[in-house]
């Protein structure tokens, strides 16, 4: 970042705050339709936004479909979905469109419709962004990613500016009690903005640095550990921010962190906790 840029853009989103439309649906039926499908759907709930149509309305979206990779292209019967999409129609056969409709995602159990219903919550009663660390924290065993994204953009000014209330919020994402998707949505909302924007205090990077070394040697992250050693927390360390952290300044003298990142660091029977650029940076041979 140079010094002309606004420390006021991050670029994490929140696909609530970004989307003007926000539904829930069932697919009851999916047939062929000249080069399409035509997908029958009940809708379920209205959670942001006007629609014409109500909850158990039906409603049939003639989409085409070339690969799995289109928006509808894997959609199943019986499958449960948030659609994120924009106000240019209230008909929802017009908004379900590829060219309105930004996000189809997909509904699992204690999953994205329960976060999407938190964040409306927490949204209509207007909380401010110690309210929202407090949900976080009372909440932490249910609410997912999309609550964490809408959390880190809502109270962001917030967090940039004291790192007490940052503190708060790297102890939900490390906390073993966090969901592991929500864990994740946090590290990297953080990483995105700090190495994004470079507007975070010095001591932040440092607590982000050390909360994901720590969310590392938790086996629960699972894949989510190879990206955080080997790509999150080197780039932290050795980009300019204004300039690269040493071992030094993220351990103390004594630190248990330090010893059980090295003693994982030279066992190579984890592939997933392989990382030359850490060990080079920790100086492991």
């Known amino acids: 970042m140079n010094g002309t840029e606004d420390v006021s853009v991050s670029p994490v989103a929140s696909e609530v705050l970004g989307a003007a439309v926000v539904v829930a649906f069932d697919v009851r039926a999916v047939e062929a339709s ?26 049939v979206v003639e989409v085409e479909v070339h690969s799995n990779a289109d928006l509808w292209g894997t959609v199943t019967v019986g499958d449960r979905y948030v659609a994120y999409c924009d106000a240019s129609s209230t008909d929802l056969r017009v908004l379900l469109q590829p060219a309105h409709c930004a996000q189809l995602a997909i509904d699992r159990a204690a999953g994205v419709l329960e976060d999407v219903r938190l964040v409306r919550s927490v949204q209509n ?99 989510l550990r190879e990206r955080l050693l080997g790509t999150y927390v080197p780039n932290l360390v050795r980009l300019p921010l204004p300039r690269p952290l040493t071992p030094g300044e993220v351990f103390s003298a004594e630190d248990d962190l330090r010893d059980a990142l090295r003693a994982e660091l030279a066992d190579d029977r984890d592939p997933a906790t392989t990382s030359p650029a850490l060990a080079d940076w920790l100086g492991v041979s």
């Open 34 to 59: 000249g080069a399409g499908r035509a997908i029958d759907l009940e809708v379920l709930e209205v959670l942001k936004g006007r629609v014409a149509s109500t909850p158990g309305d039906r409603v």
């Open 125 to 223: 009663r207007h909380l401010v962004a110690d309210q929202l660390l407090g949900t976080a924290e009372a909440r932490r065993a249910t609410a997912g990613p999309v609550f964490a994204r809408y959390l880190w953009v809502a109270a962001r000014e917030a967090l940039r500016t004291s790192s007490e209330r940052f503190a708060r919020l790297m102890a939900v994402a490390q906390d073993a009690a966090t969901r592991v998707d929500a864990q994740e949505a946090y590290l990297v909302s953080a990483y995105e903005d700090l190495t994004f924007s470079e507007a975070f205090p010095e001591q932040d990077r440092v607590l982000l640095v050390r909360t994901m070394l720590a969310s590392a040697l938790d086996p629960r992250l699972g894949a």
